[in-house]
């Protein structure tokens, strides 16, 4: 798949993944692949830096917690980030639902 096409959509799958529960970088891009059946293998050098504008927009919670041993940032979804997740579902299927108006079945 191209990366390409995950441009704009990053912040949401992250909102996404973290809705089932807290979960530190590392296990954020590993829900992201998985959910997308391993199509989408992002790097650290993308997420981290979507998941700081998360939680300077409020949308995530980070604290520092020791994980497996080691001492890692965990993000937690906000009632805003939670919102924020809502909207971006909305604006998903109205982009679907159009896009796929114009291209069709094939």
């Known amino acids: 798949m191209d990366q390409n096409a995950v441009r704009g959509h990053?912040?949401?799958m992250?909102?996404?993944v973290l809705e089932?529960?807290?979960r530190h970088g590392y296990a954020v891009i590993a829900a992201i692949k998985d959910g997308s059946g391993g199509?989408?293998?992002l790097n650290t050098g993308s997420?981290?830096?979507a998941l700081r504008r998360l939680e300077d927009a409020r949308y995530v919670s980070g604290a520092w917690q020791i994980v497996d041993g080691r001492r890692r940032r965990?993000?937690?979804l906000t009632a805003a980030g939670r919102k924020a997740l809502q909207n971006h579902r909305a604006e998903w299927?109205?982009?679907t639902r159009t896009v796929?108006?114009?291209?069709g079945s094939g």
């Not at 796929?100 to 291209?103: D, F, I, Y």
């Open 14 to 16: 992250i909102l996404a």
């Open 47 to 49: 997420v981290y830096p």
């Open 100 to 103: 796929g108006g114009v291209l």
């Open 74 to 76: 965990t993000y937690r």
């Open 20 to 22: 089932d529960g807290p």
């Open 10 to 12: 990053l912040e949401a």
């Open 93 to 95: 299927r109205a982009f």
């Open 39 to 41: 199509e989408l293998a």
